[in-house]
């Protein structure tokens, strides 16, 4: 039992390194492979076509290429000795002028006869050349006599010469005799018809990948608080199923908004009728600091309510638009500054930006709002980046800690550090700027100001 336990250990400790190599190469092929699925796709298609193309060519050189050329080979070879046998043995051809007539009528071949000369010397081998170690094996099988052979001098014919007793037995004999010169042919049909079929592969992607683009366009415009004009399924059965899934979704959000919408709407209308009752029951009560209480807490709840139908009136019914988000800044410095604070805007990058352009400037709005509060010197600074839009608000005030910056965006909450709310405000002021920024598909972040109190930075998609 001892043996094979420790048998089936090694072979899950195998497995188990299998499993983390293939892990590892997967890891890596994700870091280096294309992320779109338009990319990823096309290469799915085009890889195996590379694939195929390549084992046809090795099989084609190693096969047809290879053999067709070592039997051309072969046969001008045996022509040349064949030749040099006919020169050998019957001498009685002066000037072997039958001999060189027999081999260009009858072989195709040049000859010519070099006396008292040596062959040349070995000039330097192609780097690669079936013919030349094809033709140089087969003659020197064949003739079996010292040789030299030039393939690379001209492109046509190849030059032969073969050393006898007394002369140089040259040979010219035309290139396509010996080599399967009509590879090319081969190699371009193959090489055209794998560029038609990627060429079609390019187009019939293209159809299919822009239905998945145009619902990806239409899911961000969404998100960030745009129209979603024109658009329809399209494209593959499942594209259309998830174009409609999108469509309905969108249809009960924005349902879901209108509902909470109107009745924040009407809730706040009912209660401010009860509101103005009790103003109403006030005024008839006697000066003293309990009606004086009651008076605080009715402004108080009147300020929320008027928050809630700001927030109403702001999120329904607006539409995006071009707005100047350098004037917008400027005009809330100015604000700041009537309200007897020092106050400065700036704004770097094209300041023209295609938003809801009243729930933006009520965002930034609520945000200098909290700075005048707590601080005297105010600061407005925005960019304009490729992507992104970034206002940033900052104050001289005490700041906020960051173990609660994340709470004061919660509706009603009263903090007990430095930055406590003061009576008559509703507590909404971050909550709806918030909701705003997240309505744009972007949101909104604190973090400590140069100036010493805080910085809140609202983000939102260009």
């Known amino acids: 039992m001892t043996s094979i336990d420790a048998g089936i250990r090694g072979i899950k400790s195998l497995f188990s390194r299998i499993g983390d190599a293939y892990d590892r190469f997967g890891n890596f092929m994700n870091a280096r492979l294309p ?9 799915i298609l085009l890889t195996p076509i590379v694939l195929l193309q390549s084992v046809l060519m090795f099989v084609f050189m190693e096969r047809h290429w290879n053999i067709v050329t070592q039997r051309l080979s072969a046969a001008v070879s045996r022509d040349i000795a064949a030749l040099i046998d006919v ?5 009685q051809d002066k000037d072997a002028a039958f001999l060189r007539k027999m081999a260009t009528d009858r072989l195709g071949l040049s000859v010519e006869l070099l006396p008292d000369t040596d062959l040349p010397p070995p000039g330097p081998k192609p780097f690669f050349s079936p013919l030349d170690s094809a033709l140089s094996r087969e003659i020197g099988t064949l003739v079996q006599r010292p040789f030299w052979i030039d393939t690379v001098g001209n492109s046509n014919v190849i030059e032969i010469r073969i050393k006898l007793e007394k002369n140089v037995f040259r040979v010219f004999a035309p290139r396509n005799h010996a080599y399967a010169s009509n590879s090319h042919i081969f190699i371009m049909w193959m090489f055209g018809t794998s560029l038609v079929l990627i060429a079609i592969s390019i187009l019939f992607l293209r159809n299919q990948i822009k239905p998945i683009l145009q619902l990806a366009e239409a899911a961000e415009s969404f998100g960030k608080g745009r129209e979603v004009a024109n658009f329809r399924p399209r494209g593959a059965s499942e594209v259309r199923r998830a174009a409609a899934a999108f469509l309905e979704m969108k249809r009960r959000i924005e349902r879901q908004i209108e509902q909470r919408t109107t009745m924040l709407a009407g809730v706040s209308h009912d209660m401010r009728t009860v509101l103005t009752r009790f103003k109403l029951e006030l005024a008839f009560l006697p000066e003293g600091p309990e009606a004086e209480a009651m008076r605080r807490d009715v402004d108080e709840l009147q300020n929320m309510l008027e928050a809630y139908l ?14 100047d988000i350098s004037e917008m800044l400027k005009d809330l410095a100015a604000h700041a500054e009537r309200q007897g604070r020092k106050a400065s805007a700036s704004f770097a990058g094209p300041p023209i930006v295609q938003v809801r352009k009243e729930a933006l400037q009520r965002c930034v709005a609520n945000l200098v709002a909290n700075a005048i509060r707590y601080g005297k010197t105010i600061a407005l600074s925005g960019k304009r980046e490729p992507r992104w839009l970034e206002i940033s608000v900052e104050d001289d005030g005490p700041g906020i800690p960051a173990d609660k910056r994340e709470d004061v965006f919660r509706p009603f909450l009263r903090l007990d550090a430095a930055r406590n709310q003061d009576q008559g405000n509703s507590g909404l002021g971050l909550s709806i700027a918030r909701d705003i920024a997240i309505a744009h598909g972007g949101d909104i972040f604190l973090s400590e100001s140069p100036l010493g109190g805080l910085r809140a930075t609202v983000r939102i998609p260009a």
Not at 87 to 91: A, I, Q, R, T
Not at 310 to 323: D, I, K, L, T, V
């Open 35 to 43: 992320k779109g699925l338009y990319a990823r796709t096309l290469l």
């Open 87 to 91: 020169y050998e043995k019957y001498p």
């Open 310 to 323: 700001s927030f109403a009136r702001g999120e329904s019914g607006e539409g995006p638009r071009m707005a």
